[in-house]
């Protein structure tokens, strides 16, 4: 039996508000094709997934695991070249 790598996280309550872009993107950049980052918040992250579909269209994916309202869970992966986008687009 073998377990499956546990998905590395970033707990976005603990890192003041001026570092949390360098340190998501930095983590993002850093991600293969088919690799993820989930995203701990107190918040919904609105305007985070506003900045990845501007810097990043159709190359992320973004899944909702836990919707507050105390803590939000998200998932953001690194898409391959030639697959869909996050969906908010129908794409």
Not at 18 to 41: C, H, K, V, W, Y
Not at 71 to 87: E, L, T, Y
Request: positive net charge; charged residues 20%.
């Amino acid at each position: 039996m073998s377990l499956a790598a546990e998905t590395p996280s970033i707990d976005l309550r603990s890192i003041a508000a001026q570092e949390r872009p360098a340190r998501i993107f930095a983590a993002f950049e850093s991600l293969a094709a088919g690799e993820s980052i989930d995203l701990l918040s107190d918040r919904e992250p609105l305007a985070l997934r506003a900045r990845f579909m501007q810097q990043w269209p159709g190359k992320f994916s973004w899944d909702v695991l836990q919707a507050g309202p105390a803590q939000w869970r998200i998932r953001v992966g690194r898409v391959a070249a030639g697959k869909s986008c996050c969906g908010c687009c129908g794409g």
